[in-house]
Nanobody
């Protein structure tokens, strides 16, 4: 079983920064791709960023490229999302997720953490 717990959300002004963390507990976490997704009010969940198991490959949504950085510490089973130059449109609940090593789908999800960017 995999459990994911996000932290680090909060209220920040436009142009500010936040660092989200996601602590994972699971035997397969270090071998899995980890991702961040977000869901704004009234909208569907959207991909934000992902990082491969060894951290060597990352992927970002166009809307966050150059502003957000995903990283991971496999020794701590934790994935991070450094968010800089935040905009009001970044306001959302942010979720971390772990891709299944067999299914290759994001099978495991955290409960989410709220990020609110004020204008």
């Amino acid at each position: 079983q995999v459990r994911l717990v996000e932290s680090g959300g909060g209220l920040v002004q436009t142009g500010g920064s936040l660092r989200l963390s996601c602590a994972a507990s699971g035997r397969t976490t270090s071998r899995s791709t980890l991702g961040w997704f977000r869901q704004a009010p009234g909208k569907g969940r959207e991909f934000v960023a992902a990082i491969s198991s060894n951290g060597g490959t990352t992927d970002y949504a166009d809307s966050v490229k150059g502003r957000f950085t995903i990283s991971r510490d496999n020794g701590k089973n934790t994935v991070y999302l450094q968010m800089n130059s935040l905009k009001p449109e970044d306001t959302a609940v942010y979720y971390c997720a772990q891709r299944g090593v067999v299914t290759m789908n994001y099978d495991y999800w955290g409960q989410g953490t709220q990020v609110t960017v004020s204008s």
